[in-house]
């Protein structure tokens, strides 16, 4: 039987489309980050907003929020490799980098603690602290305590553990005291400053008051996200899809009023104190170059290891190198 030729090309289109079809079509799929959070910490405020605007999809990575209950479980699992990522301190970066570690961080925020008192409080200057008693969250090596401490030190003379009646305590319950009335002023992480705030206390003194007085050129990231060197040279596309991400998100909680309103169940907080939160976060999105928060950070490690000894730095007279992702500080 003769086929036209017209049929044949038609068949010959036919397969050629099946043989098409057979083919495997390319799928660029999102890379997995872990990153490790404390279910109620702010840095949730931060991966809601990244998530629900799906900011890691449009950066190319698919993020997975690990909850945990405290800190240390955290920082276990990173050095573990159970998960990619955490938010904790750059003084912990520089130790473990000291010690033989290969970790670094991004910058996350420059929002810290402050010694807060009653508005009608007769305490004006970190000289009126003495004799009085004092609530200080996070333990005796905070690094705002230790801060706020170096300059009272320099300026006013004043040994502060030595001339008050420190107590430590969990932050909830060092807010609750304070509002109680138990204390004559606290010292406390920066979103439990801002809710004091906005129910009639405020700022004495904050750690990046201190930090400015004793050397530091501008705000210095508290905070950042950290990772391993190695992972971070085996996937450099990643670390840098998830830093665009994160800094689309902030740029959003920087503009958006409306988004705050969305977090504010996730937030607890309503009115005035919701107000006074957004307004504190966005005053501690970090907006100067990488190398100049790491120079001033260098400086600030001097001044708390001359307080905080080994028990804070350990051996380590300066802070180790590539503790800010180098990537970000050239």
């Known amino acids: 039987m003769m086929i036209s030729r017209r049929a044949t090309l038609r068949l010959a289109a036919v397969g050629a489309a099946a043989i098409l079809a057979s083919k495997p079509v390319a799928v660029f799929a999102a890379a997995k980050v872990r990153i490790g959070v404390l279910k109620f910490g702010t840095v949730s405020w931060e991966l809601d907003t990244l ?3 799906k900011l890691d999809e449009a950066n190319r990575i698919d993020l997975e ?14 050095l573990a490799g159970a998960i990619d990522m955490i938010v904790t301190d750059w003084l912990w970066v520089s130790r473990q ?17 402050a010694i807060m008192v009653k508005e009608e409080s007769p305490i004006r200057t970190v000289a009126d602290l003495k004799e009085k008693k004092i609530g200080v969250a996070g333990g005796p090596l905070d690094k ?36 109680q009335g138990e204390l004559d002023a606290v010292l406390n992480f920066w979103h439990f ?21 004793l050397g530091a050129s501008g705000p210095v990231s508290a905070l950042g996200y950290v990772f ?24 959003l909680l920087a503009r958006s009023d409306d988004e705050w309103l969305r977090l504010a169940p ?15 976060y966005r005053q501690g999105i970090p907006r100067r170059p990488v190398a100049e928060e790491a120079g001033d950070a260098g400086k600030l490690y001097h001044v708390l290891a001359a307080i905080g000894g080994e028990k804070l730095v350990g051996r380590a007279p300066e802070m180790a190198p ?9």
């Open 144 to 179: 705002s305590w230790l801060l706020v401490q170096a300059l009272a030190r320099r300026d006013h003379g004043v040994d502060l553990p030595a001339a008050c009646d420190v107590v430590f305590g969990a932050p909830p319950l060092i807010s609750e005291k304070a509002m």
């Open 65 to 78: 929020i690990v909850y945990f209950a405290g800190e240390d479980a955290t920082n276990v699992a990173l």
């Open 193 to 213: 400053c801002a809710r004091l705030e906005a129910n009639g206390f405020r700022r004495l003194i904050g750690a990046d008051d201190a930090a400015k007085a």
């Open 322 to 330: 590539g503790t800010f992702w180098p990537e970000l500080a050239k």
């Open 97 to 113: 980098r000291s010690e033989g570690g290969d970790l670094t961080l991004v910058p996350y925020s420059t929002a810290v603690g």
């Open 51 to 53: 998530k629900r605007h």
């Open 228 to 251: 391993h060197d190695q992972w971070a040279n085996d996937n450099p596309d990643v670390v840098r899809g998830f830093v665009k991400a994160s800094k689309q998100a902030k740029e």
């Open 266 to 280: 996730l937030i607890r907080a309503e009115g005035k104190e919701l107000e006074k939160l957004r307004d504190r």
